[in-house]
T-cell receptor, first 113, second 113 residues
């Protein structure tokens, strides 16, 4: 069973516009959520996270929104830049198992100049 | 030193052979994780070490997979009697503690022919 789902395998956005990546989860025990970015031949790198006690966390061009009732989170990138082109993974963990991250399938974001 | 390193970067083996994959974590990081990423999927948790001991090995798919971390630093993931379905990128991550950010290595791409 896929506990964390990213239903869009790919997304194409014009440079300067907003990119919105979505993620849904099914396990109500998850209370910590992260976004990772991955370039080819490299490991995932941490981007931004959010605890379930918040509904928004912002870091520069990146904002993560959490809707607990809908079990949905999203990552907003604005403005999008060509260097943002990568695969983005949503991940989740439960407090007591914070070391065990459950990842979604990833969304390939392409920023077009 | 630098980030998490993994060797080899690529490993091609024949079905039924034994392989070892190595992970050098960030110096001083007590927590170490192994994940496996199959094509088109997100990383999937395999095992987590805190120090020398495996604190959570619930993700190991079967008893052909084994991992060690004898001195609490370098870890080796061992796969016996490899099968074609074991082909994947094996990712290692480390963190300063179990609830801290996980830093990923570039992965070892294992291909079983």
């Amino acid at each position: 069973d896929q506990q964390v789902k990213q239903n869009s395998p790919s997304l194409s956005v014009q440079e300067g516009r907003i990119s919105i990546l979505n993620c849904d989860y099914t396990n109500s025990m998850f209370d910590y959520f992260l976004w990772y970015k991955k370039y080819p031949a490299e490991g995932p790198t941490f981007l931004i996270s959010i605890s379930s006690i918040k509904d928004k966390n912002e870091d520069g061009r990146f904002t993560v929104f959490l809707n607990k009732s809908a079990k949905h989170l999203s990552l907003h990138i604005v403005p999008s830049q060509p260097g943002d082109s990568a695969v983005y993974f949503c991940a989740a963990s439960a407090l007591q198992g914070a070391q065990k991250l459950v990842f979604g399938q990833g969304t390939r974001l392409t920023i077009n100049p | 030193g630098a980030g998490v390193s993994q060797t080899p970067s690529n490993k091609v083996t024949e079905k039924g052979k034994y392989v070892e994959l190595r992970c050098d974590p960030i110096s001083g990081h007590t927590a170490l994780y192994w994940y496996r990423q199959s094509l088109g999927q997100g990383p999937e948790f395999l095992i987590y070490f805190q120090g020398t001991g495996a604190a959570d090995d619930s993700g190991l798919p079967n008893d052909r997979f084994f991992a060690v971390r004898p001195e609490g630093s370098v870890s080796t993931l061992k796969i016996q009697r490899t099968e074609r379905g074991d082909s994947a990128v094996y990712l290692c991550a480390s963190s300063a503690g179990p609830n801290n950010e996980q830093f990923f290595g570039p992965g070892t791409r294992l291909t079983v022919l």
